[in-house]
C-alpha cells in the first residue's frame, strides 16, 4: 500500500514569508509525528498527534510554528513569518496504534533565503 | 537523562569490512531501541530492533548488539557494501508510549 506523501518536496520561500507543509499518513494510522532535521543533526521532534487526543506540542521551537490534523489523516505544519534557521528538512511518521515502527515520509527541504 | 547518545559521527569502511555504530542512554525505563536507516534523499527507515530482554538479534548482515549493565546499544553491519552507504540513527522509548528520543546520526560511507 501508499507510504506516508509529504507536499511539496522541496520549498524555496523568502524571509518572512509562511509556509505550509503537508503530510498524508498511512490510513488507518491514529499517530502521527512531526520532526525537523537540520543538515548534519539528528531528528528533532516537533509535535505529535493520536487520534482525536490533545496533541503534544512540546517540541515546537516557538509560537511561529504550528500544526494541525483534520479529520484524524491529513496533517498540515504552518511556519509563519519563516526565518533562516528555518531551513531544514521537516519529516513526518506515522504509527499505528499499538505499534511500534514509525513509517517517514521522504519529507519536505525547507530553504529560507 | 533522555538524550541517546550516538558515534562516532560518520564513518568510512572498505568493502566487506565491519561497520560498527554505537549508542548509549541514560534512562533505564527505555526498553525498545530501533535503528533506522536513512538514503539521501529519503525519510529513514526501519532496519532493526531490540529489546533488552535479549543480548543480541541478527537480521541478515545486520546485527544489534545490547549490553543493559553498560547501558548501550550498537549496530554492526558484517561484509559491508557500498549500497550500505547511508545515515544510521539509533533511538530509545518506553513501551507504551509515543516518544522516541533519536540519536544524532552516523553518516557511513563504504567504499567500493
Known amino acids: 500500500g501508499a507510504g506516508v506523501s509529504q507536499s511539496p518536496s522541496n520549498k524555496v520561500t523568502e524571509k518572512g514569508k509562511d509556509v505550509e507543509l503537508r503530510c498524508d499518513p498511512i490510513?488507518?494510522?491514529?499517530?502521527l509525528y512531526w520532526y525537523r532535521q537540520s543538515l548534519g543533526q539528528g531528528l528533532e521532534f516537533l509535535i505529535y498527534?493520536?487520534?482525536?487526543?490533545?496533541?503534544?506540542k512540546s517540541g515546537l521551537p516557538s509560537d511561529r510554528f504550528s500544526a494541525e490534523r483534520t479529520g484524524g489523516s491529513v496533517s498540515t505544519l504552518t511556519i509563519q513569518r519563516t526565518q533562516q534557521e528555518d531551513s531544514a528538512v521537516y519529516l513526518c511518521?506515522?504509527?499505528?496504534?499499538?505499534?511500534?515502527?514509525?513509517?517517514f515520509g521522504p519529507g519536505t527541504r525547507l530553504l529560507v533565503l | 537523562q533522555q538524550q541517546v547518545k550516538q558515534s562516532p559521527q560518520s564513518l568510512i569502511v572498505q568493502k566487506g569490512g565491519i561497520s560498527i555504530i554505537n549508542c548509549a542512554y541514560e534512562?533505564?525505563?527505555?526498553?525498545?531501541f530501533p535503528w533506522y536507516q536513512q538514503f539521501p534523499g529519503k525519510g529513514p527507515a526501519l532496519l532493526i530492533a531490540i529489546r533488552p530482554d535479549v543480548s543480541e538479534k541478527k537480521e541478515g548482515r545486520f546485527t544489534i548488539s545490547f549490553n543493559k549493565s553498560a547501558k548501550q546499544f550498537s549496530l554492526h553491519i558484517m561484509d559491508s557494501q557500498p549500497g550500505d552507504s547511508a545515515t544510521y540513527f539509533c533511538?530509545?522509548?518506553?513501551?507504551?508510549?509515543?516518544?522516541?528520543?533519536f540519536g544524532t546520526g552516523t553518516r557511513l560511507k563504504v567504499l567500493a
Open positions: 534512562n533505564t525505563a527505555f526498553d525498545y
Open positions: 511518521a506515522s504509527k499505528s496504534r499499538g505499534g511500534e515502527t514509525q513509517y
Open positions: 490510513s488507518g494510522h491514529t499517530a
Open positions: 533511538a530509545a522509548s518506553i513501551s507504551g508510549t509515543y516518544k522516541y528520543i
Open positions: 498527534f493520536q487520534g482525536n487526543s490533545a496533541p503534544d
